[in-house]
């Protein structure tokens, strides 16, 4: 009878040592590696995609506020440079729109801002002020934001009271010249109050 052969102890370790040890092949190492570039490429197209839709929706919305903020200026300007006295026209306003007579150049023009509710814009409106039945004929319209609502009021003081209020109907005639006008803007469900003083 032969004797059965048994490993020692120390060999069954050895053996195990060496199964545990085992590292990862080439080819395992390489596939590894490109998935893991295809999964980078994929998170960075998706990440450069988004900043491109994000940075494209910034410039709109910058434009947007350039737009609003150049047009506040210039109409701050120009209520700042109404011509007084003058005999054909008066300053006038409403709670939607607001006209006094202005110097464009070498020419007197009458100037309204009207809030157009169907289209959503505070539109500028100019026509010369002259005897010419053809300058008058000619109003230009331009378009300066858009809104939800433009609301104008004017703020008047009463000498003899000593007291200043805020009325939305104004004539010069009647009252003679709003120490500040204060336009409401609502622009993409956010409210806007401009205050515009004018030089007595």
């Not at 450069?48 to 994000?54: D, N, Q, R, V, Y």
């Not at 006008?181 to 007595?200: A, G, K, W």
Request: charged letters at 30%; glycine letters at 4%; a positive charge.
């Amino acid at each position: 009878m032969k004797p059965s052969f048994r490993p020692k102890i120390s060999d069954m370790n050895f053996r195990k040592c060496q199964s545990r040890n085992k590292g990862f092949s080439l080819v395992e190492v390489f596939l590894v590696t490109a998935m893991l570039g295809v999964v980078l490429v994929a998170l960075f197209s998706a990440y450069a995609a988004g900043m491109k839709i994000w940075r494209t929706a910034n410039r709109l919305e910058l434009a947007k506020d350039r737009k609003f903020v150049i047009s506040m200026e210039n109409i701050t300007e120009e209520f700042a440079g109404y011509i007084r006295d003058f005999k054909e026209m008066n300053f006038e306003g409403k709670k939607s729109e607001v006209s006094f007579p202005f110097f464009s150049g070498s020419h007197a023009v009458k100037i309204t801002y009207v809030f157009d509710k169907n289209k959503k814009y505070l539109l500028r409106k100019t026509v010369k002020l002259s005897e010419s039945l053809k300058d008058k004929m000619q109003e230009k319209t331009t378009k300066l934001f858009d809104a939800k609502s433009v609301k104008f009021q004017y703020l008047l003081y009463d000498q003899v009271e000593n007291a200043a209020y805020w009325v939305s109907d104004f004539s010069q005639e009647e009252n003679g010249v709003p120490a500040a006008v204060r336009i409401d803007i609502n622009r993409n469900n956010e409210d806007t109050r401009e205050f515009i003083f004018i030089p007595q």
